[in-house]
C-alpha cells in the first residue's frame, strides 16, 4: 500500500478535500462574561482568577478562530461546531461528569449557542454536546465519515479539556489532527503549555499563520 493509504506521519499538509475544521465549544456559557459559566463569578475574580482566559480569548483565539473560519470557507473546506448543551431542559441527559460539575446548558438556550464572532453560516453543522468529548457524546464520528473527512483540524475551548478530549479520541479513531493552539485558550499559560506537550504525539500542532499559508493555495 502506498503512503497515502497510511501515512507513516502527521506532519502531513491539509487535503481540502478530505478535511474539516471543528470548533469546540466556542459558545455563549463560557465566553460571555454573563454566560452561564461565569454569571455567578464574582468581578474580582474574573479580573483575577480568569483574567488571562478572557484575555486570551479576546486578543488572540477568537480573531485566529475569525480568520480561520473566513479562509476555511473560502478553500471551500467543510467547518462544524460543538456546544456543550443538553438534549433536555432539565439537562437529564448530560454526563454524570457534567452533573458533578454543575453544567447544564439547556436545550435551545442562549448559552448553548455559538457566539455570534464565528456564528454558524445556514448550511454548517452544530452539534450539542453533554460529556466532554465531543466523539462520546455526539454522532460527529458518523458525520465525519459520510463527509469523506480524513484529516481534522481542531480549535476552541479549553485546550486542557474538551479540545484535549477530542483531540485524543479523534486519533484512535483514526483521523489525522491538527491542532491550532493559538485559536485555542484554556484558564492559563501553563495549562495550555501543558496539555500541548502532553498530547503532542496525538496530532500536529500548527499555529493559524502556518495554517493558512498552507491552505491558501486551495481559496476560491
Known amino acids: 500500500m502506498s503512503t497515502i ?48 482566559y478572557f484575555d486570551r480569548l479576546k486578543n488572540l483565539a477568537i480573531p485566529n478562530m475569525q480568520r480561520l473560519q473566513e479562509a476555511f470557507r473560502a478553500a471551500g473546506i467543510e467547518v462544524l461546531y460543538t456546544t456543550i448543551e443538553s438534549l433536555t431542559k432539565d439537562g437529564r441527559d448530560r454526563s454524570l461528569d457534567y452533573k458533578i460539575t454543575g453544567f447544564n446548558v439547556p436545550k435551545g438556550s442562549w448559552d448553548g449557542k455559538v457566539i455570534d464572532e464565528i456564528a454558524p453560516g445556514d448550511d454548517e453543522i452544530v ?45 484512535d479513531l483514526g483521523y489525522l489532527v491538527t491542532l491550532v493552539p493559538d485559536a485555542c485558550a484554556t484558564y492559563s499559560q501553563d495549562r495550555h503549555d501543558n496539555t500541548l506537550r502532553a498530547i503532542k504525539g496525538y496530532c500536529r500542532q500548527v499555529d493559524t499563520d502556518a495554517l493558512l499559508d498552507e491552505i491558501g493555495r486551495y481559496s476560491r
Do not use: W
Not at 475544521?21 to 452561564?36: H, S
Not at 460527529?140 to 478530549?165: F, I, P
Open 127 to 171: 452539534l450539542p454536546k453533554s460529556s466532554s468529548s465531543v466523539f462520546v457524546s455526539t454522532h460527529v464520528d458518523y458525520l465525519l465519515r459520510n463527509l469523506g473527512v480524513k484529516q481534522l483540524v481542531l480549535a476552541g475551548l479549553v485546550t486542557d479539556q474538551c479540545v484535549e478530549s477530542a483531540v485524543r479520541d479523534a486519533c
Open 5 to 52: 493509504d497510511f501515512p507513516t506521519t502527521r506532519e502531513m499538509p491539509l487535503n481540502p478535500k478530505q478535511s474539516a475544521l471543528l470548533f469546540i465549544d466556542v459558545q455563549n456559557f463560557c465566553v460571555r462574561r454573563d454566560g452561564g459559566e461565569f454569571k455567578d463569578v464574582s468581578d474580582a475574580e474574573i479580573a483575577g482568577k480568569y483574567g488571562y
